[in-house]
């Protein structure tokens, strides 16, 4: 990238409007307040972000896969996945690898529905997903009702918020997610079919790309991802909730569309949604720093993404 | 000729579930013609028939309203607060249905002139209104002038009030849908392109759709407000999907253009008496979200994929109705 800067005009790096933002957050929070930039700080907001990274993962997949395809299941997903890993897991560690394989293959599943309501019942990804994720609400409260969340046992706790030679393993996770995503996205048949299908469904299908196949896959992927996330949600928060997940559909959005990906499919990366994803948190730390309530917070948040839709994606016509 | 006009309807199939739902909720509840009864579901579904008209008009210009929870409860809250600041029922009354206007008129400016994603537009609205819902009021609460609610909750020669009041707010429905605005309005949701080729102002009528959309949000969340007697920042979140699942189902397309009002009042009506059946039949209130939505999902499959066939059965008369519907927009 340094490479590049050099070379090239300042506009030719990669990502450069994401990159300058978040330098202009860091001088910010620094003005704001000195400890912004302190490493346990740093630390705080790399995880928030690598957590909110693996939850846009899905979204990013689906937003790509175009034909104004969105989830918004995936708050609804990692609020279901949180609540089950805590009823059936408990406080130990012993049932944690069979629960995980659970709600891993119910995530999945629950996006294979959306992704057969897209693609067979021809339904709009938006009214899917926002009718799927009202059902998986309805089934989260079902199951609360059952199984009164607990406490998560170590291993998962640890996940949350242990750290790797000294990185939190959310930031580990996060970058083991991005360079994952990024192989899948560049140099797999999977991803350039994606990006195909994305562009131009017709030409697609005519070029004999399986679309179906990509299509089911990606909303597939995006319960399985939002599911993943759901986990580590549950153990950065240490507690499960009914409303746990619910600004995750929005933020993961946010995240996606602020990393450049189009909301017309097709194009963007996994990297740009990471940055988005540090963007999103940067301003969430600050308002915090702040001493901004949630509600303003949610204001706030719902501003800024009013100003980068404003940047980055008006329509044509 | 007469029939097929019937049943090639965009709001033929919602026309069919609402009844089959009407049917079956009767059957397991034959109470729900009573008084009583009537009061009580026509109060707890007032607020969203008149919001799927708000809806209505968003998506037949090719947009999407999905403020429509946050618009709702933020109205609700604001008017709850304004009551216990001491204003006449009145002024508040005058001063909500502003404060619909403008997030409306917001809403309208983001889509019709900053050319914002509408879906999009409206989601990241949705948020600045939940946030200042919540700014104003963070837990149910409050209470509205007992006169007012007394009188939502009453009935009139048998006749629910809140079914009087609906029956205002369609005769509202009715002036919009003759007016010329609704014929630009479609013109520019099924073809914007042409609309503008044919002259229309498409970015000014769109950001007037939406201000209209914002008036029947004002008259939502003021309906919530007296039904409800209290001010609650979550109740009417549900809305915004519910809203548009009654449209969908009543026959108003996501693509625009197409689909009236009324057909979204049948939608939305089908969409309340499914939760109304789920109490009905002794289902616990936790389950009651699971069963709504998978109805609901079920619901939207069978309807658009019967709409599909319907049009296809019928093209010729569509494709005529539609030359029709363009010589009087042009």
Not at chain 1, 86 to 92: I, Y
Not at chain 1, 289 to 310: D, T
Not at chain 2, 144 to 150: D, G, I, S
């Amino acid at each position: 990238m340094t490479a590049l800067a050099r070379t090239h005009p300042l506009r030719r790096i990669p990502h450069a409007g994401s990159l300058g933002m978040i330098l202009l957050l860091l001088v910010a929070g620094r003005l704001v307040n000195p400890s912004f930039l302190s490493p346990m700080n740093l630390w705080a907001v790399l995880s928030v972000s690598a957590l909110l990274a693996v939850a846009s993962a899905g979204q990013t997949l689906v937003i790509l896969s175009g034909n104004q395809g969105i989830d918004l299941s995936v708050g609804a997903i990692m609020t279901l996945t949180a609540l089950m890993v805590s009823g059936m897991a408990g406080s130990s560690d012993e049932a944690v690898p069979l629960t995980l394989a659970v709600v891993l293959a119910l995530g999945a599943l629950i996006g294979l529905a959306n992704g057969i309501g897209v693609r067979f019942l021809a339904l709009y990804p938006l009214v899917v997903t926002l009718g799927v994720s009202f059902v998986i609400e309805g089934l989260a409260l079902v199951y609360a009702q059952s199984q009164p969340p607990q406490m998560p046992g170590p291993l998962i706790e640890s996940i949350g918020i242990g750290r790797f030679f000294g990185i939190p393993w959310l930031v580990v996770i996060g970058a083991v997610m991005t360079v994952l995503m990024t192989l899948l996205l560049r140099f797999t048949r999977y991803g350039r079919q994606l990006y195909l299908v994305g562009s131009n469904i017709r030409a697609a299908q005519m070029a004999g790309v399986p679309v179906t196949r990509v299509v089911l896959t990606t909303y597939a992927a995006s319960g399985l991802l939002a599911a993943v996330a759901g986990v580590l949600l549950y153990g950065y928060v240490a507690s499960a909730n009914l409303s746990i997940g619910a600004p995750y559909t929005m933020m993961t959005i946010a995240a996606t569309v602020i990393g450049g990906t189009a909301l017309s499919g097709g194009s963007g990366s996994f990297i740009g949604t990471v940055l988005g994803a540090v963007i999103f948190s940067l301003i969430s730390n600050l308002l915090i720093m702040l001493g901004l309530g949630p509600a303003l917070r949610y204001a706030i948040s719902g501003l800024v993404l009013i100003a980068v839709l404003f940047a980055t994606s008006r329509d044509a016509a | 000729m007469m029939l097929r006009q019937v049943w090639s309807h965009p709001s033929f199939p919602a026309g069919v579930l609402a009844v089959l739902a009407l049917v079956f909720a009767l059957s397991v509840n034959p109470g729900l013609l009573s008084t009583g009864s009537m009061i009580g579901w026509s109060t707890s579904q007032l607020g969203l028939w008149t919001a799927v008209l708000g809806q209505t008009l968003a998506l037949m210009g090719r947009g999407i309203d999905l403020s429509v929870g946050a618009g709702v409860s933020l109205v609700n809250v604001a008017a709850i607060a304004l009551f216990e600041a001491g204003w006449p029922t009145a002024g508040v009354i005058v001063a909500m249905l502003i404060l619909g206007l403008l997030i409306g008129a917001a809403n309208g400016a983001l889509i019709g002139w900053l050319r914002l994603n509408p879906l999009l537009a409206t989601f990241a609205t949705s948020f600045v209104l939940l946030g200042l819902t919540l700014q104003i009021r963070s837990a149910p609460g409050g209470s509205a002038p007992m006169a007012a609610v007394m009188f939502m909750n009453g009935a009139t020669w048998g006749i629910p009030n809140a079914m009087l009041v609906f029956v205002l707010v369609l005769l509202l429905w009715g002036l919009v849908a003759r007016s010329a605005f609704w014929l630009r309005l479609r013109a520019t949701g099924a073809d914007p392109v042409r609309a503008w080729n044919s002259g229309l102002p498409t970015a000014r009528i769109k950001v007037m759709s939406y201000v209209m959309a914002g008036f029947f949000t004002a008259l939502s969340g003021l309906f919530v407000t007296f039904c409800v007697g209290a001010g609650d920042p979550l109740f009417a979140q549900p809305y915004t999907l519910l809203t548009i699942a009654g449209a969908v189902i009543g026959g108003v397309s996501l693509g625009g253009g197409t689909g009236s009002g009324y057909g979204a009042v049948l939608g939305a009506v089908f969409v309340g008496l499914t939760s109304d059946i789920a109490l009905g039949i002794g289902v616990s209130p936790f389950w009651q979200q699971l069963i709504v939505g998978c109805v609901l999902l079920t619901g939207l499959a069978v309807v658009v994929r019967a709409g599909r066939w319907l049009k296809a059965k019928s093209d010729s008369t569509v494709t005529r109705s539609a030359f029709e519907t363009k010589g009087k927009a042009a």
